[in-house]
């Protein structure tokens, strides 16, 4: 059962979807490779680091500026200021380019317009922050992949409305956001930091994020992801947050000045926090003993403050040490919120009169259910019975774990799913083809084995599995067709069935892969005697001269004297000879016949000579 609103009153119905949004997997599990740009392409490289503003001022819409690697030391903010354009690195490697603003320049980078990607690159030593997205118009669609974001003073991504505008639907994935402790000390204002804050904004997308170390010595950071002041239908599903003094938040305090909505969610309630939204399958893990001395403490893991109608399911809460508050927790009468099938080692509380339906929920879990705690591996161990196969039944059922695993009939309790057996994959491909031909693979998987974040690859036979020469994802399939392109060099190929984890699970047959034959010469060669010429009177032993040529090459050349063969040659330029003092005195016929290696043959015209 959850709580759903009917006009003004909140209900405990039976049976109804009351979910905010649909909690289905998400869009995209598998943090694969950015495709390659659509449009223009401007090479940079950190020597033109000087010019970049102006490079992206130029850029035309659609267009991809291409960093080289190397360290751009920023001269001043980068502004984004042109719709459509993408920032990313040329190499695909985050760690390959770095912005970096020495904590001398206020944010890395600002994105103010529509569609902006930023992608595959190092962003570090912000005054303020790496990202700050603050449109001077209605913004939508930013798109933030793959960043490593390290120690900005200030929260490492940050979006604002400003003058009235807000940046709606924009997505933050695949991305490591750090406070380490070397930018800990540069922190200023109370520890006035956090890893993603965003402030009335609409649909945006926060997945696949690992974000680690944010707290400081003294002071409370805002929660590793917060979301706040009237936001709504907000998606947090997947991150690893490590180490926060506050994990997850929707909304902040009892009373909200933020942004409202002509539709009015939530029943028309004023004062909401957050509207809407989903928290899911994330971890949440605080194991540093420094942090649980720092004078803010583990505080709690997820907290909803004035959040309305929002689901909050299966994420795992492990903290070595009680957090000061809960591992979960919601607040305020305005929050109402369907809590279930959470693993968590402390307690679930709801605080000053917020409301919420809890179910399949396991508290005050034991530490020695997790694969490897002070890794922030909060995968279950095998004997954790207690979660295992325990989900309670919701309305509409949370379909992929963490990983992409598939969550089956008897879902577990927290991010995670433990495979339910292991898994058997065959997988079969083409068996000859020939260079730069295509290569069909087809594999069936068994039921519950398979992840959204399978994929099959191609590679030569005996070479090791991180030498993948195409790798294609299954997307979840329990069986399929897949193809791919044959290398252009002959040899013999494989294709292999990997997890998302990265474990081979099968291999097909051997794949010949052969040069192709060339055409089939049908083409005869041409011939003709040169010497003696027609009418010539020969006597004693005579050299016989051939012009012999073919499209690919003459073999032999042999000579008929009055239809019978004499002699013959294999080499160029099949030159012979005629003894004519054998002939018996008068006319008599030669006749030059030459082969190619095909076997076909020609003759040349008759000469006729005299003895
Ligand atoms: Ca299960
Ligand atoms: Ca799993
Ligand atoms: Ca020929």
């Known amino acids: 059962m959850f709580y759903c609103r009917v006009s003004s009153v909140v209900a405990v119905v039976a049976g109804v979807i009351c979910l905010a949004l649909p909690v289905t997997a998400r869009a995209q599990t598998f943090c694969g490779p950015l495709p390659a740009p659509s449009g223009a392409v401007i090479d940079v490289t950190p020597l033109q680091v000087g010019s970049l503003q102006s490079i992206l001022d130029a850029a035309q819409p659609g267009s991809t500026v291409q960093l080289a690697d190397g360290v751009y030391t920023l001269p001043q903010t980068l502004v984004m200021r042109v719709p459509g354009v993408t920032l990313r690195s040329r190499s695909g490697n985050r760690l390959g380019v770095v912005l970096d603003g020495q904590y001398s320049i206020g944010n890395v980078l600002l994105v103010q317009k529509s569609n902006v990607t930023i992608a595959d690159v190092t962003l570090t030593r912000s005054y303020w922050h790496l990202v700050h997205v603050a ?18 003073s200030e929260q490492s991504i940050k979006v604002n409305p400003a003058e009235g505008n807000y940046a709606d639907n924009g997505v933050i994935r695949c991305s490591s956001l750090e406070l380490t402790d070397v930018g800990r000390p540069f922190v200023r ?73 002509s539709d009015a969610p939530c029943g028309g309630a004023t004062n909401v926090g957050h509207y809407g939204g989903v928290i899911v399958n994330n971890f949440v893990v605080a194991s540093d003993p420094r942090l649980f001395t720092s004078s803010a403490g583990f505080d709690t893991g997820i907290g909803l403050e004035q959040s309305c109608e929002t689901n909050v399911l299966h994420n795992t809460v492990v903290s070595t040490n009680a957090p000061r508050s809960s591992s979960i927790e919601w607040r305020f009468t305005n929050t109402v919120a369907a809590i279930a099938n959470n693993l968590t080692t402390d307690r679930l509380v709801p605080r000053d009169g917020a409301r919420a339906t809890t179910s399949g929920n396991v508290e005050n879990a034991s ?68 260079t730069s031909g295509v290569i069909e693979g087809a594999w069936t998987a068994s039921t ?43 040899g013999t190929y494989e294709l292999r069935y990997f997890s998302g984890n990265s474990v081979r699970l099968a291999t097909s047959n051997p794949i010949v892969v052969t040069t192709p034959d060339p055409p089939a010469d049908t083409i005869a060669p041409v011939v003709s005697i040169t010497t003696p010429t027609n009418g010539q009177t020969v006597a004693k032993t005579v050299s016989v001269t051939v ?53 076909n043959s020609a003759l040349s015209q008759v000469v006729t000579v005299n003895r």
């Not at 774990?401 to 433990?418: H, K, Q, Y």
């Open 448 to 490: 519950g084995a398979v992840s959204v974040a399978d994929w099959i690859g191609l590679f030569a036979s005996g070479a090791s599995d991180s030498a993948s020469r195409e790798q294609q994802s299954t997307s979840g399939a329990i069986s399929g067709t897949l193809f791919f392109t044959a290398p252009t060099t002959a």
């Open 547 to 599: 012009a012999a040529s073919d499209n690919v090459r003459v073999v032999k050349v042999e000579l008929y004297v009055d239809g019978t063969m004499s002699t013959a040659s294999t080499t160029a330029p099949f030159a012979m000879s005629l003894n004519s003092q054998r002939l018996k005195r008068g006319a008599h016929t030669l006749r030059a016949k030459a082969y190619d290696a095909a076997g």
């Open 135 to 152: 449109p001077d118009g209605p913004v939508s669609g930013t798109l933030l992949h793959n960043l490593r974001g390290v120690d900005a």
């Open 189 to 261: 204002n109370n520890c006035y930091t956090g890893g993603i804050d965003i402030h009335q904004a609409r649909g945006w997308q926060i997945y696949a994020n690992v974000i680690s170390g944010f707290w400081c010595g003294s002071g409370l950071p805002d929660p590793a992801i917060h979301v706040w002041t009237g936001s709504r239908d907000t998606r947090v599903e997947g991150n690893v947050i490590i180490n926060p003094a506050r994990g997850i938040g929707f909304g902040l305090g009892s009373v909200v000045i933020g942004r409202t909505y």
């Open 367 to 434: 530490l020695s259910l997790f694969v490897d705690v002070a890794a922030a591996n909060l995968h279950l161990v095998p004997g954790a019975t207690i979660a295992i196969d325990k989900a309670a039944a919701v309305v509409v059922p949370v379909s992929f774990d963490i990983d992409g695993d598939a969550r089956g009939s008897a879902a577990d309790v927290g991010a995670d799913e433990l495979p339910v057996a292991t898994p058997t994959v065959t997988l079969s491909a083409s068996t000859a083809v020939t």
